[in-house]
């Protein structure tokens, strides 16, 4: 077995009393235990890679511009899921959906939606689906 290419990341986790998004309060009382990122975040390491998240295509379901998803290659893509997919060569995060019949890349902006027309599959040259978005990470 590999060892684990993500190093633990502990990080103190406050949940009790749950933090309000008021006025602050000292919780340094209440630390319940600590949080390692990759063990909320990565569910099968060897299979994980992380990609910064450009443009707007996805804003409707939260990928924002410069975000950074967490995708793993072990879940197999299917219609609903996130994908991450090389296409033609160039790179793109969405969503898998089955498009009278064919399977498509949509993204997910309803304001702009003409902007982001469904890529279908059967109409690349070259496709490749690297995995299935698990999780986003933000600095804000």
């Known amino acids: ?14 949940e009790i009393p749950p933090a309000q998004a008021g006025f602050p309060s000292p919780a340094t009382d209440y630390l319940e235990e600590a949080l390692d990122l990759n ?7 060897p299979a994980t890679f992380y990609v910064r998240v450009k443009g707007a295509s996805m804003i409707d379901v939260g990928l924002l511009d410069n975000d950074i998803a967490i995708v793993d290659r072990s879940i197999a893509p299917k219609p609903g899921c996130i994908v991450v ?10 969503r898998l959906r089955a498009l009278t019949g064919r399977l498509a890349l949509c993204s997910e902006n309803e304001a702009r939606a003409t902007a982001y027309p469904p ?7 070259e496709h490749v689906l690297w995995g299935v ?4 990470v933000r600095k804000i």
């Not at 590999?2 to 103190?12: D, I, K, M, R």
């Not at 063990?39 to 390491?45: A, D, G, I, K, T």
């Not at 890529?119 to 040259?125: A, K, T, Y």
């Not at 978005?133 to 986003?136: C, F, M, S």
């Open 133 to 136: 978005v698990t999780g986003v």
């Open 1 to 14: 077995m590999s060892p684990n290419p993500f190093p633990a990341l502990l990080l103190p986790l406050f």
């Open 119 to 125: 890529l279908f599959i059967d109409q690349m040259q």
């Open 85 to 94: 997919a090389a296409c033609d060569g160039s790179i793109y995060i969405k």
């Open 39 to 45: 063990e909320l975040l990565v569910r099968n390491p």
